[in-house]
């Protein structure tokens, strides 16, 4: 599958491991289960590293583990499930995570906007999809309702901001 990572097309470095597979060179990700059952040794290995969470894991069951992955690949497995919404945010705001986000499965072109503003920084599209169409549906709305991990003021904000100016203009 494709991969767009700041609004290009990019290689994915990534082997996605499958849990009875043995593992290759370089780096590689894996599922939580594999984490969990060979944790130091993946923890010690010279090469990237990246875990797999499914919609139904919550990023907050990798601990103090969370920092040392370069990629953490949250699970859309269909457009209903917006569980991962959630785990993005989690990992950039709570705890405070600064790598690598991967939305993968059912990544459809009407979440790769809000999936952003969560946190979501990498894309793992439809083969036949065009650079023009992400960046056409990231640049879509630009003012928002609610506060996200992007830091976009919202209208909230901007309402209090005006208010402010036009008080202080006032004086």
């Known amino acids: 599958m494709p991969l767009i990572r700041n609004a290009e097309f990019v290689e994915n470095a990534f082997a996605r491991v499958a849990d009875e597979e ?9 599922s939580l289960k594999r984490f969990q059952a060979e944790r130091d040794a993946l923890m010690t290995r010279n090469a990237p590293l990246g875990v797999r969470l499914t919609s139904d894991q919550s990023p907050e069951t990798l601990g103090a583990d969370v920092h040392h992955f370069a990629v953490i690949e949250l ?15 989690l990992l950039r705001e709570r705890l405070r995570y600064k790598g ?15 999936m952003s503003r969560v ?3 990498a894309f793992e599209v439809r083969p036949g ?4 169409d992400f960046r056409a549906a990231l640049a879509e709305q630009t003012v928002f309702y609610q506060p996200a991990a992007d830091r976009v003021r919202n209208v909230l904000d901007l309402r209090h901001a005006r208010q402010t100016y036009a008080l202080a203009a006032a004086e």
């Open 119 to 121: 946190g979501v920084d």
């Open 129 to 132: 999809t065009r650079l023009e």
């Open 75 to 89: 699970e859309f497995p269909k457009f209903r499930d917006g569980r991962g919404y959630s785990w993005a945010r």
């Open 100 to 114: 690598e986000i991967r939305a993968v499965g059912d990544v459809l072109r009407d979440q790769w906007l809000f």
């Open 22 to 30: 043995p593992l290759p060179e370089g780096a590689v990700v894996v």
